[in-house]
Each structure stands twice: as structure tokens, then as C-alpha cells.
């Protein structure tokens, strides 16, 4: 168990490009979360998976943001016509449903530029 | 609504303990958590509560819980250098799944 994995790390992207982030989570973990965290804040809530279903999306998430998880196991995060407001933490988080245990990823650090 | 809050900034002597403090709003949170963070890093869970517990042990770490005020407190004993991090309070609001509401994060700073 390697625990939760995203890639990129860090990304640099100018204004008005796509990006697109990829969290692995925890094998056996159904349960699948993005958060959004911006400097001196604690992580926002983005959205929800459970297996490949997309069950919650929040206020944040606007129509630029799209997420997936096709086969109920990976899931990526796409940001459209980013905008320097987009620089942040991207984290990723899964659990195993029934548990309250969530574990985080080390996280997408985005700079829109 | 949902709503944690946390002090911002607390700064201890290496051996003291640390309190670090939290209220939240939603009497309904099933789970509340503390979470530690390093620079750059992701987040770490170190301990949870389920609601109808008052306080919780593990090693160093002690979690109070006061349902009635809506506080949760989490207290380092012999605080160590390597505990200076951001630890975030975070409610889990009722929902049947782990959705984590955080506070804005307590800095501890250790210094000898």
C-alpha cells in the first residue's frame, strides 16, 4: 500500500490553457474526494466520488472543472481556461466506505501565470 | 451552516504541550478530525473522534471533545521541534460519507 498518489506534483501553466491532474488513490478504497486548498486557508471540498459515480459536486466547482473516474479506481481533474484565481493545491483524498478514516495525497500545487 | 474555526498561531517551548483549540457549528458532525500538515506537503491524519465520545488517547496526542459547546481541543504532550506544522480541525458533517469541512489552521511553532 503506497498510499494516496497524484501527479503532477507542481504545475506551471499560462492563462487560458487546460491542465488536467491525476490522483491514484488507496486500492481498495471506494470512496474518492478533491479538495481545493489556496494559501493560508484549510482545504475546500470539490467534489465526490463513490466507486465511478460523481455524487456530490460543490458551489466550487465551476463549469471549467471537470472530474472523473472512469473504472471506480483513478480519477483526473481537468481545469479549462485556467485563470491565475486556479492557483492553488489540488489534493486528493479516498476512504474505504463505512470507515472515517481519509487519507490525503501530497497534492497538485497549480500556478497559473 | 457548516463553519470550523481555529486560532491561528501558537508558538511553545520544546517539552511544554501545546493546546490547540477549535470550535465548530454542526451539532450533527458524525467524526471530527485533526489533521497535520508540513510545508509543501499534504495532510496527515493524526487522530479522530466519533461524536459520542469526550475525549480520545493515542500516545502523545490527546483529543477532547465538548459536544455541548461545540469544541474540540487537541493537546501535544513533550512537543518536539519535529511537531512544528499547520494542524487543521475539520468536522465531518452528517451525510453518510467522509466530506471533511477544515478549519483555516493552527501554525505551532516549537522553539528550544
Known amino acids: 500500500d503506497t498510499g494516496v498518489s497524484q501527479d503532477p506534483r507542481h504545475k506551471i501553466t499560462k492563462r487560458g490553457q487546460n491542465v488536467t491532474f491525476r490522483c491514484d488513490p488507496i486500492?481498495?478504497?471506494?470512496?474518492l474526494y478533491w479538495y481545493r486548498q489556496t494559501l493560508g486557508q484549510g482545504p475546500e471540498f470539490l467534489t465526490y466520488f463513490q466507486n465511478e459515480a460523481q455524487l456530490e459536486k460543490s458551489r466550487l466547482l465551476s463549469d471549467r472543472f471537470s472530474a472523473e473516474r472512469p473504472k471506480g479506481s483513478f480519477s483526473t481533474l481537468e481545469i479549462q481556461r485556467t485563470e491565475q484565481g486556479d492557483s492553488a493545491m489540488y489534493l486528493c483524498?479516498?476512504?474505504?466506505?463505512?470507515?472515517?478514516?481519509?487519507?490525503f495525497g501530497q497534492g497538485t500545487r497549480l500556478t497559473v501565470v | 451552516g457548516e463553519d470550523v474555526e481555529q486560532s491561528l498561531f501558537l508558538s511553545v517551548r520544546e517539552g511544554d504541550s501545546s493546546v490547540i483549540n477549535c470550535t465548530y457549528t454542526?451539532?450533527?458532525?458524525?467524526?471530527l478530525y485533526w489533521y497535520k500538515q508540513e510545508p509543501g506537503a499534504g495532510l496527515q491524519l493524526l487522530t479522530y473522534i466519533f461524536s459520542n465520545m469526550d475525549m480520545k488517547q493515542d500516545q502523545r496526542l490527546t483529543v477532547l471533545l465538548n459536544k455541548k459547546d461545540k469544541h474540540l481541543s487537541l493537546r501535544i504532550a513533550d512537543t518536539q521541534t519535529g511537531d512544528s506544522a499547520i494542524y487543521f480541525c475539520a468536522e465531518s458533517p452528517s451525510g453518510g460519507y467522509n466530506k471533511l469541512i477544515f478549519g483555516a489552521g493552527t501554525r505551532l511553532a516549537v522553539h528550544p
Open positions: 454542526d451539532s450533527s458532525s458524525t467524526y
Open positions: 486500492s481498495e478504497h471506494n470512496r
Open positions: 483524498a479516498s476512504s474505504l466506505g463505512g470507515t472515517p478514516e481519509a487519507f
